[in-house]
T-cell receptor, first 114, second 114 residues
Framework: AQSVTQPDIHITVSEGASLELRCNYS??????LFWYVQSPGQGLQLLLKYFSGDTLVQGIKGFEAEFKRSQSSFNLRKPSVHWSDAAEYFC????????????FGTGTQLKVEL | ETGVTQSPTHLIKTRGQQVTLRCSSQSGHNTVSWYQQALGQGPQFIFQ???????GRGNFPPRFSGLQFPNYSSELNVNALELDDSALYLC?????????????FGSGTQLSVL
């Protein structure tokens, strides 16, 4: 069975500082990996995804993530955080051919201090 | 704006009642999936519909059921509501055969069971 762990429940960073959100997954083969962002009262918005190929993936809003097979990790990064990035971030894993069945982590709540 | 709309936005029911939640998929999408997001948790996959048939189910009991209509709108029905069913219910649509696993989420229906 696939699973996702996001070890940090809350993270606070200052505006302009760099950000790294951690994600570890468990899956028998190379999974599909995703990062979603959720603002209060909103649904989930896809930031980026990894299916295969280049292990450094670029997404929207200046985010990137790196797939590291040896560490079963898919950490999300941003070089300079903006106040509008405050939200909850979810890492998710899916199985190739598994359709829309994604397994999500419990999320990391990001707070940005001005 | 993803083009996936859900109704109602909020709903209050009492234990034992039945509820129907509705979702209108993004234009051109033929696959819909439903997720349950309890407070402080990541979304959990309930089931997926493709061409009006259930096509994958998570670990949810049979009192959770669904329908997909020819116009690709969808319903989630929950019978015999329990207090633990209180959650945000998210609908997500995609085009099967296109970019795999690219889901577009609605803003959700917040269900409270008293």
């Amino acid at each position: 069975a696939q699973s996702v762990t996001q070890p940090d429940i809350h993270i606070t960073v200052s505006e302009g500082a760099s950000l790294e959100l951690r994600c570890n997954y468990s899956y028998g083969a190379t999974p599909y990996l995703f990062w979603y962002v959720q603002s209060p009262g909103q649904g989930l918005q896809l930031l980026l995804k990894y299916f295969s190929g280049d292990t450094l993936v670029q997404g929207i809003k200046g985010f990137e993530a790196e797939f590291k097979r040896s560490q079963s990790s898919f950490n999300l990064r941003k070089p300079s955080v903006h106040w509008s990035d405050a939200a909850e971030y979810f890492c998710a894993v899916g199985a190739p051919g598994g359709g829309n069945k994604l397994t999500f982590g419990t999320g990391t709540q990001l707070k940005v201090e001005l | 704006e993803t083009g996936v709309t859900q109704s109602p936005t909020h709903l209050i029911k009492t234990r034992g009642q039945q509820v129907t939640l509705r979702c209108s998929s993004q234009s051109g999408h033929n696959t819909v999936s439903w997720y349950q997001q309890a407070l402080g948790q990541g979304p959990q996959f309930i089931f997926q519909y493709y061409r009006e048939e259930e096509n994958g189910r998570g670990n949810f009991p049979p009192r959770f059921s669904g329908l997909q209509f020819p116009n690709y709108s969808s319903e989630l029905n929950v019978n015999a509501l329990e207090l633990d069913d209180s959650a945000l219910y998210l609908c997500a649509s995609s085009y099967r055969g296109g970019d795999p696993e690219k889901l577009f989420f609605g803003s959700g229906t917040q269900l409270s069971v008293l």
